[in-house]
């Protein structure tokens, strides 16, 4: 099992940017890594997923604004997003799973390792 704690969220005005980590406790090497998000009211979608062989999906209203990545040298995810909109606004979380990542963007239930997330508000 491994702890993930997200940081990086806050205010940004449209068009702004903004980049979200997500450190683990424990070596993340070979993981599958993702970022979530969940607006109020609205179910908890994939944004990103990064494979261990650096295969990278993206959700479709990413449309080339965020972008994935890791350090595994400090067991690090992060996630730099630009040109941000208010329908970005979201609470972001990350998540990791020890086997391969599915060919497509994983769904919340691949996933078994969650961080407590952190509010993006774009206003």
């Known amino acids: 099992h491994v702890q993930l704690v997200e940081s990086g969220g806050g205010s940004v005005q449209a068009g702004g940017t903004l980049k979200l980590s997500c450190k683990g406790s424990?070596?993340?090497?070979?993981?599958?890594l993702a970022w979530f998000r969940q607006a109020p009211g609205k179910k908890r979608e994939g944004v990103a997923s990064?494979?261990?062989?650096?295969?990278?999906k993206y959700a479709k209203f990413v449309k080339d604004r965020f972008t994935i990545s890791r350090d595994d040298s400090d067991n690090t995810l992060h996630l730099q997003m630009t040109d941000m909109t208010p329908d970005d606004t979201a609470i972001y979380y990350c998540?990791?799973?020890?086997?391969?990542?599915?060919?497509?963007?994983?769904?919340?239930?691949?996933?078994?390792?969650w961080g407590q997330g952190t509010q993006v508000t774009v206003s």
């Open positions: 998540a990791a799973d020890r086997r391969p990542c599915p060919w497509d963007l994983p769904t919340t239930a691949f996933f078994v390792n």
């Open positions: 424990t070596y993340t090497t070979g993981y599958c």
């Open positions: 990064l494979g261990s062989n650096g295969r990278i």
